[in-house]
């Protein structure tokens, strides 16, 4: 972000000024450093460490390529589920079977480079609200031979201040030239890339994409999830006219559904009215 998330992503100096509907981007004065992530275990296979990727161009046709490490349901019943969600959320492999995940911010292909805290799993977890609206956005796009591809759901508070810890490093900046090429780190709070508070928090919010049920592929949609800049915009003119159809594939489902679209990402959707539109939560997703 997603990102979150953060991920909340605004490009006020780079084409544009907030106009989505994601309002949490509040810098704070003084940020607590959160408490180091834990040491990743190994990860899925065929998942390689972030200083080993390729730098992707900043150029509108950017393409984050990540190692491969998409998951199904089944491939998830290899990780143990804690099942201590407040009551309310839901783990979505369990509601969607047949989406496909992707969680980046427990692996290391991710804008830090490293697990986030509180990502002791691969799981999704959404509002049981959102996670039911989903499904039902899963079942019409596979009328269509779509399936879901979700990068993020419920993100901890913790992860949200893992965020902020790392952007006060100036050092630290190992996946720049594949997430922010052209953002100095040192402004991310100041041009809205990070926020202290994350709708993801609040459980009802997703990041996605689509993919092609009879090969797996995912859909071009002309720029990658968490890239930093103007191609990420709905609406862009630095995606191509296919490009643009496929965004508005998953866009005008979620919507159909009562998500609403976030502008400046195309990957990010919110349920609207959310469940808990006050809360910020902070357990673990395990």
């Not at 190994?42 to 080993?52: H, K, L, Q």
């Not at 969680?103 to 292909?109: D, V």
């Not at 995912?218 to 609406?235: A, I, L, Q, T």
């Not at 959707?269 to 006050?278: A, G, N, Q």
Request: proline share 6%.
């Amino acid at each position: 972000m997603a990102v979150m998330i953060l991920y909340a992503t605004v490009i006020a100096g780079c084409g544009g000024a907030r106009t989505g509907t994601e309002p949490d981007t509040a810098s704070p004065a003084r940020t607590e450093a959160a408490s180091p992530a834990a040491s990743p275990s190994p990860t899925a296979a065929g998942e390689t460490a972030a200083g080993e990727q390729a730098a992707a161009s900043a150029e509108p046709s950017v393409s984050a390529a990540a190692p491969s490490r998409i998951m199904t349901a089944a491939d998830l019943a290899a990780f143990e589920k804690k099942r201590a969600l407040p009551e309310g959320f839901v783990y979505l492999d369990e509601v969607i079977p047949s989406a496909r995940f992707d969680i980046r911010y427990y692996g290391e292909f991710n804008f830090v480079g490293r697990r986030i805290s509180g990502y002791n799993a691969p799981f999704a977890i959404l509002s049981k609200e959102a996670a039911e609206a989903l499904k039902r956005v899963s079942d019409d796009l596979a009328e269509r031979g779509f399936g879901l591809l979700i990068f993020d759901g419920y993100r901890p508070q913790k992860a949200v201040d893992d965020f902020a810890a790392w952007s006060l490093d100036p050092s630290d900046a190992k996946m720049k030239e594949i997430f922010y090429p052209e953002v100095d780190k040192s402004r991310l709070f100041e041009l809205g890339y990070i926020a202290s508070r994350s709708g993801h928090t609040r459980g009802s919010t997703v990041d996605l994409t689509l993919v092609r049920l009879d090969t797996g592929e995912e859909v071009d949609m002309g720029g990658p999830f968490d890239f930093f800049g103007p191609v990420s915009h709905h609406g862009t003119d630095l995606v191509t006219e296919e490009q643009t159809a496929n965004r508005n594939i998953l866009k005008e489902a979620m919507e159909k559904h009562g998500f609403a679209a976030y502008d400046q990402e195309w990957w990010h959707y919110t349920l609207k009215p959310e469940p808990y539109p006050d809360t910020y939560f902070d357990f673990d997703v395990e």
